[in-house]
């Protein structure tokens, strides 16, 4: 079971994702804006996060770029869920470092396997070398 920070600010959304990963076995923390996020990440980082990318108080770039100078956050897996889908955000959010992006609406199957694939992508960093 993985912690998966879900930023996200609109609350009916942010319900179903939470039915949906809980369902799938992980454990979510819901954020509704970029300060709950900032907060839960410094004092309980999650395995992953999944970002939208219009959210209260801070760009959601800013907030990428804030994990992404944290050497203590730096190597956590974010997966962009957002109703954006023009170039310039895809763009920006990939300059910054995410592992995926999602337009909305999504589906369910796909976002958890998309989790999947970046939680084992996640620990095999982890894992020492064997040479």
């Known amino acids: 079971m993985a ?10 959304f942010l ?10 076995g992980h454990a979510v923390q819901p954020a509704e804006d ?3 996020a900032l907060r839960a990440i410094v004092t309980s980082p999650p395995d992953l996060i999944v970002l939208d990318m219009h959210v209260p ?3 959601s770039v800013e907030i990428l770029e804030a994990i992404r100078s944290d050497p203590a956050t730096r190597d956590i897996p974010v997966i962009v869920l957002t109703g954006s889908a023009d170039d310039e955000t895809y763009a920006r ?3 910054v470092g995410v592992q995926d992006y999602f337009t909305k609406p999504v589906q369910s199957e796909d976002l958890i396997k998309a989790i999947a694939t970046q939680l084992a ?3 095999r960093k982890r894992r020492p070398s064997k040479f």
Do not use: F, Q, R
């Not at 319900?15 to 799938?24: I, R």
């Open 3 to 12: 912690t998966i920070l879900v930023i996200e600010d609109d609350i009916t």
């Open 15 to 24: 319900s179903l994702l939470n039915a949906h990963l809980s369902g799938a």
């Open 34 to 36: 970029a300060a709950i």
């Open 57 to 59: 108080y801070l760009d």
């Open 93 to 95: 959010a990939y300059k």
């Open 121 to 123: 992508v996640a620990a």
